[in-house]
């Protein structure tokens, strides 16, 4: 919004040029979340406890997290109002990816708040039905992957994957790209979902992630540096790091109430939509297959749960002490705030190495 209310001053006063710098919006949007969560931050927490969406914690899950329940949960709520008012103000309302990313941000935000909204009001440990998110969940992917497949990002390269640090080597998967796509994006929103089950765990590793792709959809919106990077081109790309920038903003205010021991949860209405989102940037940036690095913690955590399931039926034992693979290190001995900042690490080392995909190739 501000950059149609005051761009076209710059032919009044040539100092509100500087609205269409990329840079200076990004900046504008990431302060502009975290301001807000540091001001939302206290009412949304007193309201949530008033309310008495607290958190009941499991009987099974490790011993320690028992002092957790009482907390309150929803947290998501502050993250989805910080970061969906700061992309208003900062991005461009005429473009294409910032309107598709945050219709996946509000659908799936909706569904994680009535997620939790069943089991917290109506006691219903289960909350939506694991079919009825699915459907949801799958309805969203179809609208996506559809929407790009007739309007893709780059008509040379539609139902195209580039292979990371190979030099100009891609794969044409043609309508196999449609399911690989829909795949991403459920795959990507349940497994971070699954990771967040340690106080700034899954906000920390998704404001890691967010930088990674913010730093590619730049670059993929920027002909030069695409053409020197020889990355996939994508017109307008660029604008999805004004949304990234608004969430690693929006990130860093819940982490400071999220922080061990945390003030607040963010429950699914924060998860889901945080693997959406990331997800739909990587399909939207035709940067699908680096996911696998940028997301590497939420792939192993998902898989760990796979594994464990897979072993308990089929062999009837355990791979790991608990799953997702979080619990594991906790019930080894190690301190919870140990296992989110080492997992923070891994992360971040994850992430420089899909980054060094931009200059090997």
């Keep these: 919004m501000l950059y149609h209310l005051l761009y076209p001053l710059k032919q009044v006063v040539s100092g509100f040029n500087i609205f269409q710098y990329i840079t200076f919006r990004s900046s504008g949007a990431l302060l502009t979340a975290l301001i807000i969560s540091f001001i939302l931050g206290p009412w949304v927490i007193k309201k949530l406890k008033d309310w008495k969406f607290t958190q009941t914690i499991r009987t099974d899950g490790p011993q320690t997290h028992l002092q957790k329940s009482g907390t309150p949960t929803m947290g998501g709520l502050l993250i989805l109002l910080s970061l969906v008012v700061s992309t208003l103000l900062w991005a461009r309302w005429d473009n294409r990816f910032t309107w598709l990313i945050l219709i996946t ?52 390269f539609t139902t195209t994957i580039n292979i990371p640090y190979l030099k100009d080597v891609f794969l044409e998967l043609g309508f196999i790209y449609l399911f690989f796509s829909m795949l991403l994006i459920i795959s990507a929103s349940n ?17 890691i992630s967010a930088v990674a792709y913010l730093i590619f959809s730049y670059f993929a919106g920027n002909a030069k540096f695409a053409a020197y990077l020889r990355i996939i081109p994508v017109r307008d790309a660029s604008e999805l790091a004004i949304y990234l920038a608004a969430f690693i903003g929006a990130g ?32 939207c940036v035709k940067q699908e297959v680096i996911i696998v690095l940028v997301g590497a913690v939420f792939l192993i955590e998902i898989m760990s749960v796979v594994i464990q399931v897979y072993s308990f039926r089929r062999f009837g034992k355990r791979v790991f002490r608990m799953a997702p693979l979080h619990h594991h290190f906790e019930l080894k001995g190690w301190a919870e705030n140990k296992v989110t900042i080492r997992f923070w690490i891994i992360a971040i080392i994850f992430c420089l190495i899909a980054l060094g995909s931009l200059k090997i190739r």
């Design 105 to 156: 941000t509000l659908v799936l935000g909706a569904l994680g708040f009535y997620d939790d909204y069943l089991k917290l009001t109506r006691k219903n440990v289960k909350g939506v039905p694991p079919a009825g998110k699915m459907v949801v969940q799958f309805l969203l992917a179809l609208g996506v992957t559809t929407y790009l497949f007739f309007y893709p990002p780059n008509t040379d």
């Design 252 to 283: 860093l205010g819940f982490l400071w109430y999220n922080a061990h021991p945390a003030e607040v949860f963010m429950g699914d209405t924060g998860s889901l939509f945080i693997g959406g989102m990331l997800g739909v940037t990587a399909l």
């Design 191 to 207: 497994a971070v979902n699954l990771t967040d089950g340690l106080d700034g765990l899954a906000i920390g590793v998704a404001m």
